[in-house]
């Protein structure tokens, strides 16, 4: 079966004045149709910049190097013409972004928004797109999409902002959703309700998902499979029930800890991984975790851990799963019970 | 949303070259502008170390050297003037007059556009509205004229020049730094500085005005060039700096009639005043950068 | 400073402190009251705002809460429900129009200007944007410092010693004394904030959602370091947030406020274990926990919790909630507004501002799909949209192979 999207390799770093930053660093994952993926990370990661070099979208930066392929239906997102790309964004590729305010043009009616998506990537006609417009604004929940089309963004709230920029993302019929912390900027009861419908609409449309985000559980709510990064490298790649299960890295152990769980007592302490993540602009010797990491071998600190198959769907960048990888393939090990 | 190609396995995106032409000026050749500045300043410091004549010495024998020509006294780099005194010493000494008087007095501009900015912006509401409204009209207002009125009214004088240039430049320091403080304002830091329990003053002081300074700098640089000219421009109508006083503006007045004889008289003091203040304004460039970077 | 020094600067656990307060010095010539009077008290207090286009809001709506001494009240709502504005308004760093606020013992409306900055002093602040909460120009000891040079407390070298003291305190090393604030991270940064907050000895501080501006990792580090201090210190923290789950690990009890107004109060456990008014079940029901039944819960939100929030210009009549309320009746929830019905059922006593109270308490239904008290919510109400959570993953989904 031929993935959708194939990531390979991927490395992507920026000068800056303070020196090269590794952005992305050695990534590779893929996508089937209809699939989702949520790549989880705190800020630095490299989680951001790997979902925008899939669009080639390095606005900020001057100097760029890239190296690696990005595979979308089997052709490489790095290669092709910016007249190509620019019809495969928005159009096969839609995306969201966390700010939906700055995403929208303040001036444009909402409805004209999502219908000029659909006029370039579609070649409607403008009564078509415009009908079209509506429909998908309704789809996402906008009460009285008809009349509310007519209205500028600042008239809507955060929470319906979002759901036009899902309008607009989808409006098209994507392939793939990137959603890049879609719900960080909302308020708790409306990330419920845009994170369910993201992930209602996506699977009533057979749309595979990039879902970005710091939080485990927006992830929990979206995702089949995971892909944790720390230090612009991946560190874990899972399914969901396995991340909830059986997390195998040091790293994902202790941000799970952090998730809220209620069986703690209300005044329970919390276990913070102590330390700060190292700056990117730093030689990374080893695994990037290590310094911070409560099971560091001397090996951690020399080299770093490839990832290493650890079961079926799971893979871990950690040298304590490599003895595990190679117990796996014994049976009756109970991670083979999936 | 901006966006740059890039192709893989490849640097790119390097700026285009138009942009760093442009940028070459501030970036590169900047210091070049602040090494002239800083020889202006010792011009004005020392006059008598530069200059190789008196600048009040005349000799009508020596009448007219073009630049480069030798008198009896020795060469004039810069040529004569009517009256045979050497032009560069009159230059030299010229800068003293000339930056005393733009630096003086853009400095009491900056005091009061810098007080009546901040307490506009900082209270807003009545005091905000009277105090610009105040600025607007004088902005309205053909100042220069009006400074010519006064100037002519209260006799020329230096003291009076340095008094009258002010009202020039006041309301600009005050429109900048008004809009600073609004913004400032909104920063939570100030917020944090009233729950503490600064007072107002200290608010203003301690918090307010640091985060203003850079901002201050870049403007009073450019100002100290507008100033300059301005202060040359009253000269030149005989409202500003007389005789035996000497400025670069008053130079160039003295030399208009003698334009058609004696090109040098006027081109080479404005062309003097003219490359003092590009390098104002090219050096405060360089300070926004600075400013842009530390904030 | 002509009075008798200030006392040593050091932090010690509560009995170790003299009975006397030794925190008001000529420059606080202010009662502060036994240990009984609460630091703060709100009583119907009222805040209203002009919107740009002029037209008034009611941010803050005959709120009423009261904080005890060394203790920890949550104040949990979303974005527009006031509850920023309802801090700054118990600092009167914002006018209130109506009601009272009683801060140590003393009526805000009296108070003169000079009296209003030395009661500040026992009262402080933690801002959300901890790098925007610190004064770029100043060096981090400058800014620490910066509360005892305004109230004129202590020599310069005593101020400096201080400094460190509480640098040390909050986990800052001493090597950052020097340093600005754009060279420290965020959680350094708010390490910072923290600290300026705590060198005064304050009575109350006012946490405005420090941590949600933080990093996962980083914001543990820094609600623990909260928790040591609430437990180590003489002093009462007002912590607000919009998430419920970040205030459960520091509260006692937990004030919950949608529009301005206070919808439920209550100790933390109960309100976790069971909210009583459908408001706090929804934002009990939206913290996202990962585990396999993260959607079925979102599926409650948006029965409990439904659309958007209204708008502060034009709030629904009756019931601030009725708009959203899965359990909304006609009369009374939306023409009158329901008054605080006090639930003493579980023996601690707390408010419910809900008509309906009493009927959705004994619907058992609500708290068990919440798996809110700690159990695994019982999916079986709820058909999960794909059969058992353990088998989601539906073979064709899996990674390329």
Redesign the interface.
Known sequence: MSALLEVKDLSVSFETRGGVVRAVDGLSFSLGAGESLGIVGESGSGKTVSSLSILRLFGLFDDVSVSGKILFEGRDLLRVSEAELSRIRGGKIGMVFQDPLTSLNPVMPVGEQVAESIRFHTGASRPQAHRRAVEMLDRVGIPDANKRCEELPHSFSGGMRQRVMVAIALACEPKLLIADEPTTALDVTVQAQVLLLLDELRREMGIALIMITHDFGVVAATADRVLVMYAAQPMEHCSIHHLFQRANHPYTEGLLRLVPRFEHQVHGRLHPIEGQPPALTEEIVGCPFAPRCSFTLDRCKQERPPLFRIGPDHESACWLAAERAERETLPDKPWKAV | ???????????????PIRRRLQGLLEKRGWWLFALFLSLMAAWAIFPGVFAPYDANYLNPRNRLISPGGASPEGSHIAGTDGLGVDLFSQMVEGARLTLMIAVVATLLGAAIGVTVGMLAGYFGGVVDRMLMRLGEAQTAMPMFLVAILLLSLLGPSVTILIIVLPTLVWPIFARVVRAETLQIKQ???I?????????TS?VLY??VL??V?PRILVLFVVEIGHVMLAEAGLSFLGVGVQPPDITWGLLIAEGRPLLTVAWWLTILPGVLLSVTVLSLNILSRRFEQYAGA?? | MNSPKPAPFAYGQIDERPEEDPGVDSSAPLEEGDRDTPVLLLEDLVVRFKSMEGIPITAVDRVSLRINRRETVGLVGETGCGKSTLARAALKLVPFQEGHVTLLGHDLAGLRNTELRSLRRRCQMIFQDPRGSLNPRMTVGRIIGEPLRVHGIGERREQAEAVREMMDLVGLPDELYARRPVQLSGGQQQRVGIARALITRPALVICDEPVSALDVSIRAQILNLLADLRDSLDVSFLFIAHDLAVVRHLSDRVAVMYLGRIVEEGPVGEIFAQPRHPYSQGLVAAILRADGFARQRLGQVRRLAAGDLPSLLNPPEGCRYQSRCPYALDDPCRKTPPPDFVDSSSGVSRLVACHRWEEIASDSLDSAVLGADGTEPDISIYAPPQGDPKDSVEPENRAGE
Not at chain 2, 8 to 15: D, T
Request: proline content about 11%; hydrophobic content about 40%.
């Open positions: 949303m901006p966006y740059r190609v890039v192709a893989s396995e490849r640097r790119v995106g390097s700026p920063a939570t830091y917020e944090a500085a009233v729950a503490t329990g600064c007072p200290v301690r918090h640091p985060n300074v530390a904030a």
